[in-house]
């Protein structure tokens, strides 16, 4: 979510906003909770706390675009949503849960100088670069969120990270085992192969009955694609331009309705010194922390410079080395008594101790800015702009409605685009990997093969393409699956059956020379054999690249040899059905003596990250198998 939260605001904001109707028409028609029985709709549940269907569903679907846009016109919907890759993306979340709990467990906070620092770095609130309380708020106002809410969602976050990272930063790497990482890193080894030609087809004929019978058993190998093709109408809020201007009055009326929107806050600003207190901490430990806090207090009020006692006593890392400074704040940035405290302060004052989840606070109040309201005229060409848009969505919303009501009396898309005007569309045929346009759509192909439009022929429901904009589609044309004719497949059966054959040689050529180099025959005696040439490569590295990827991995595979006359051998299969007969002849480790110390940092950063990364597995895997955890496969299939 942390990187959702970083790269674009609205995919938080739409779950925010289908949070508030969730809660709007839950309040409405609440009574039906006590006239209905409880449905579970758990994806699963980690000792209690349930991952729903829409936090699953999000997260896949997060985890889908992401695929789709690095691979491009090659994402095949196809090969991706499978039962697999959907329980990869609930592990995650189980993953996330399980360290969310350890973290409510264990009493891991994230200190306030971190989560501001992480709201202000987003770019949705940044204005030229830089943190803008106003667009903060008001693109909070706008998805109807609370600035304190918001701040939960990111404390969550951040606190599922504290654990990995704390588990990353304790990982020790010793000299020896980098030397010993490099020795094997950078080893090389000298070795002599043959490749061996593949062997000729003469003499390999294929009867018309072995083709009849391959095409028989493998009839599914020849058979044409299903393809469809749709009818289809869309309603995109884009393009629903409103011709109503809106006069003064309204702007004005409007102006006066939201002006909090318009207001800057007004904003503190301040610094502050922490004395921790543990969450789960005891009465004795609670009073301790108290008492160090008006001992600080008391070294500050009797004449001593906060930012120099900020330095040398506080226990918030994130602000400690800049004296406490927590730079300027404004209302719902903060823990709530933290918010209360500072804004009963005048300039200049020093608190008492102030309680918040995280310890004692001693804080200064440095200075202060009053808030201020812009003019309506500086305001007026936005206001403008929210009308229409409001005004085209209310229309969006009242035509989808209608259209949705129509399409539920009589399915044809063809009444219902001369009803409302709207053209009807047609896609050219595409398969189950899509096609072009809004063929190319997952949603819009998952609609069309789904049983209700492609067997039963109805019309789909409302498919979202994308925010204020949805399609209906109906089945125009439904090509089957048909197998191709023996004559169309014939010469790429008899190609198939060839190359079979030709494997087989192969294969059995290789074994045969393999034996007679277990056997002590030399490679330049098998090589006059099959008259190929011995190669020879000298000082190789796991990497290099002017040879074939898979010879050099199996060389590293390959044992020391006992003596320089004695090499280690090898029968390698390589691509297209090919093989080498390989000859392992000297192994040489690195010299960790002849690196530079960036190079043994490279490597000691290397062995970290992989150390860390086994620590948090383990750590993961450790918290699992003692949680309870419960998976509804039946939604998680759906």
Excluded: C
Aim: aromatic share 6%; hydrophobic share 40%.
């Amino acid at each position: 979510m942390l990187q959702t939260l970083h790269d674009k605001f609205s995919g938080i904001a739409a779950k925010i906003i289908l949070g508030v109707i969730t809660i709007v028409f839950g309040g409405f028609f609440g009574i039906e909770q006590y006239m209905n029985p409880k449905v579970e709709t758990f994806v699963a549940k980690v000792d209690g706390k349930e991952i729903g269907q829409d936090q699953f569903r999000e997260a896949y679907n997060r985890f889908r675009s992401q695929m789709q846009q690095a691979y491009g016109p090659q994402f095949d919907a196809a090969v991706f949503d499978t039962p697999e890759r959907k329980r990869q993306v609930l592990d995650q979340l189980i993953n996330e849960q399980l360290l969310a709990n350890a973290n409510e467990k264990l009493g891991v906070m994230v200190p306030v100088a971190q989560v501001r620092e992480y709201i202000q770095g987003i770019p949705a609130f940044q204005t030229d670069g830089k943190f803008d309380p106003n667009l903060y708020r008001l693109r909070l106002q706008g998805a109807g969120r609370t600035a304190a809410s918001f701040q939960d969602d990111v404390i969550r976050d951040l606190a599922t990270r504290q654990l990995p990272t704390g588990l990353a930063r304790s990982t020790i790497v010793t000299n020896a085992e980098i030397d010993a990482f490099l020795k094997l890193r950078d080893q090389t080894r000298d070795f002599g192969y043959i490749k061996l030609d593949k062997p000729s087809a003469d003499g390999i004929k294929i009867a018309d009955a072995d083709i009849e019978k391959y095409y028989k058993d493998h009839g599914a190998e020849f058979m044409t694609p299903e393809k469809i093709s749709l009818d289809f109408v869309e309603l995109d809020a884009a393009k629903m331009k409103t011709e109503i201007a809106p006069d003064e009055a309204a702007l004005k009326q409007r102006y006066d309705e939201q002006k909090a929107k318009f207001t800057a806050p007004e904003q503190r600003e301040a610094s502050h010194i922490l004395v921790k207190v543990e969450k789960n901490a005891n009465a004795d430990a609670q009073k301790a922390a108290l008492e160090k806090a008006k001992a600080i207090e008391a070294e500050i009020k009797s004449g001593k410079d906060f930012a120099a006692v900020a330095k040398e006593k506080s226990d918030d890392l994130g602000s400690k080395a800049q004296g406490g400074d927590l730079g300027w704040l404004e209302k719902g940035l903060t823990d709530p008594a933290f918010e209360n405290a500072l804004w009963a302060m005048k300039k200049g004052d020093v608190s008492d101790p102030v309680l918040s989840p995280e310890g004692y606070h001693i804080i200064q109040l440095r200075d202060v800015r009053e808030g201020k309201v812009k003019p309506f005229e500086e305001v007026k060409a936005d206001l403008a702009k929210q009308y229409t848009d409001t005004e085209n969505e209310r229309r969006y919303s009242e035509l989808a409605g209608k259209l949705v009501d129509a399409l539920g009396n009589d399915p044809s898309l063809a009444n219902a685009a001369k009803q409302f005007d709207l053209p009807l569309q047609k896609t050219a045929l595409f398969t189950r990997a899509g096609g072009e346009g809004i063929a190319a759509n997952p949603a819009v192909i998952k609609a069309a093969f789904s049983p209700s439009v492609l067997v039963e022929g109805n019309t789909s429901d409302a498919i979202t393409l994308a925010p204020n904009h949805v399609a209906f589609v109906h089945l125009d044309q439904h090509e089957k699956p048909v197998q191709k004719p023996l004559d169309q497949v014939r010469e790429e059966i008899r190609g198939k059956l060839v190359d079979e054959q030709l494997a087989r040689r192969a294969k059995e050529q290789a074994d045969t020379l393999y034996a007679r180099l277990q056997k002590g025959e030399t490679l330049e005696q098998i090589a006059g054999v099959v008259k190929a040439k011995v190669e020879q490569e000298k000082e190789i590295g796991r990497n290099a690249a002017n040879l074939d990827g898979k010879l050099v991995s199996e060389v590293f595979k390959l044992a020391r040899p006992a003596a320089a006359d004695t090499p280690t051998t090898a029968e390698v299969a390589l691509a297209n059905d090919a093989y080498a007969l390989v000859a392992l002849t000297a192994v040489k480790d690195a010299d960790p003596a002849k690196l530079d110390a960036k190079s043994k940092e490279a490597a000691r950063n290397q062995l970290a990250q992989a150390y860390s990364n086994d620590a948090v597995r383990g750590f993961l895997e450790t918290l699992r198998k003692s949680a309870d955890v419960k998976i509804a496969e039946d939604r998680l299939l759906q």
